[in-house]
């Protein structure tokens, strides 16, 4: 899956970061990264708060928001692949229901940057081997 516009915003020092995501990425970048994670577009636009149905119609490019919102899941499925040793188990990881987080898949917190912030606690707890 080609992921590499999500990538390129990763990689990227922080002004050009906001620069990159107010600009949108290419539609098709959000069919892959669901693919990625394992779940279906429709799922991951319901889990991050925005229109199964509009994103399905979206033919060019994401908006701003949508954009930002991918970047979320993402950095969390980067950040979830360095602490957790590979992609299989960040990708399972995402999508299991976790008792640091309320019983809540990591996935379904990304809708807030907030969540967000949860989430990524809970991995730097993990990757300090502290009691979750």
């Known amino acids: 899956m080609n992921l590499a516009a999500l990538d390129t915003i990763y990689r990227a020092p922080g002004p050009d970061r906001v620069q990159q995501l107010n600009a949108g990425i290419n539609a098709t970048v959000f069919a892959a990264l669901a693919a990625t994670i ?72 990304l809708v807030r940057d907030v969540g967000t912030e949860d989430v990524l606690n809970v991995l730097g707890a993990i990757e300090d081997g502290g009691y979750l």
């Not at 979320?72 to 008792?99: F, I, P």
């Open 38 to 109: 394992n779940v279906s577009a429709a799922t991951l636009a319901v889990s991050l708060g925005l229109s199964p149905r509009t994103l399905r119609n979206r033919t060019r490019r994401l908006t701003a928001d949508e954009t930002e919102r991918s970047f979320r899941v993402y950095r969390v499925l980067r950040r979830a692949t360095d602490v957790l040793g590979d992609a299989a188990s960040a990708k399972a990881w995402m999508n299991t229901r976790q008792r640091a987080l309320g019983e809540k898949t990591p996935l379904s917190l």
